[in-house]
């Protein structure tokens, strides 16, 4: 969400935020549905972009950018603001001083492109997060985005011995590629999902974060005699609930668990690991520690609730610290937590996490200016640019460092922890941006979002969630992904 994405974000990101990105946005309608979703990338209406000339390769503009073309970059307006965009954005008209830059941010990314992807006239730049993501499965499918290996295979805006690429984070280049070799998006934010919670909250109940989901009741127990529910969650948005559930789930039952889930396979749901998981958290629910009218509540809602101590465990991305700044007291001392297990006999350690890129930033095909959208980007993955976006937005960046000489925050610092203690045990499930009406609408809202407000069982929300893989499965309307 920011933003795949889920709202955000992130990216959350996501996209993360989102997702997300996972990716928040802040009390949007929910996904449109698929054919909605297909219209907007659909390639009806004439092409009316004039493309701007390239301009002369340099080693100052090693992608060719037209120096006096405009520029248009469209920012989705959530967690993470938009100071650090229009930071770059000025590096970018210094850098090229006869270009006029044309800057927006909005919550409403879908409504507000879908009629110019329609026309042919998209902007040269887009942060493609939030509630009314455009859905990226369709956007590669329908040949809508511009392949971006010129801009990783350029020189690197700080060091021109080394590629973009060379100075990303690991995991970062592949979760742009949909079908082999092309990269299609850029996730610019690099989202740590998990459980979030107050340490100071944790001490004064004089316990340790559970390992075990003995302990984890135990624990929503002790806080519940207190008058503290033991989660809350965005009730509106329930897929938000994944971020902690699906690293359980792939920690329980291993990676190839969570491989299967997003390859569509049939049975994937049915899966024991699930199962043992879905049950898990329907007992929070069955036993009274989740908080009181959250079924009901958006993310801004129950981060505020969390953040005033009503509530113990959110699960959510790192953009929460920055979305959630102006609530989250001086002393919460905000930390973040791989998701709880089962027992001794899950496949994957205590650490298991999922962390990727979020707030996927996409260059159109038909963009009249796609390669002043790449310079944008390669600005923006620059050492400053990157030190800037974790300063303002407490959140670390797809470039691969920009923290050394900051001070970073509690929970920026706690997920840079979380990322140590889980080494090679991260995980990074794809629904979100491969299939994410399915991810959204059916799997978060209409199943898990049903589920955790008691109407319906665990065995019918995995019957329902596996009717919907089917279903997607089955869609010839739907691009299909598979892990490689």
Known sequence: ????????????????????????????????????????????????????????KTAKNPLGVNDTAGMEFVLFDGGFGKEYAQDAVKIYQTNFPKVKVKFSATQKIQST?????????????IDNSGAEQMDMGVLVGKKQLADLTPLLDAPSYDDPSKKVRDTLRPGIVEMGQFDGNPVWIMYYAYTVYGVWYSQKALDS?????????????????????KGIAGWTYAGKYPYYIPFSLYPMIGKVGGREVLDAIDNLEPNAWKHPAVKACFEAYYELYKKGYILKGTPGLD???????????????????????????????????????????????????????????????????????PEGGMEQLRIMLSEASSKNFTTKVKSLTAFNGGTSGISLTPGLKSGVAALKLAGDNVLNPRLQDWYVQLQKEQIG??????????????????????????????????????HQ
């Not at 109940?205 to 002790?222: G, H, I």
């Open 113 to 125: 492109l879908q009629p110019r992807f329609n026309q042919g006239t998209p902007p040269d730049l």
């Open 205 to 225: 109940l004089d316990a340790q974060y559970p390992k075990t989901w003995d302990e984890m009741l135990a624990v929503c127990e002790k806080a519940k005699k």
């Open 445 to 482: 809202v209409a199943g898990l979002g049903e589920m955790m407000a008691g109407r319906s069982t665990p065995a019918e929300a995995i019957k329902k969630i596996q009717g919907f893989a089917d279903a997607a499965a089955k869609d010839t309307s739907i691009k299909h992904y598979k």
């Open 299 to 369: 993310h801004i809602q129950s981060q505020t609730a969390w953040a005033k101590g009503k509530a113990l465990f959110i699960p959510n991305g790192s953009w929460v610290e920055n979305e959630s700044a102006n609530v989250i007291p001086a002393d919460f001392n905000l930390a973040v937590s791989a998701p709880t297990g089962i027992d001794s006999s899950d496949k994957m350690p205590f650490g298991t996490i999922w962390a990727s890129g979020g707030e996927p930033f996409i260059v159109p095909a038909k963009a009249a200016n």
């Open 1 to 56: 969400m920011g933003s795949t994405s889920a709202e955000n974000n992130g990216s959350a990101g996501v996209g993360r935020r989102d997702l997300i990105k996972r990716s928040a946005a802040l009390g949007l309608i929910s996904v449109p549905t698929m054919s909605f979703l297909s219209a907007c990338a659909s390639s009806g209406g004439g092409d009316s972009t004039s493309k701007a000339k390239a301009g002369k």
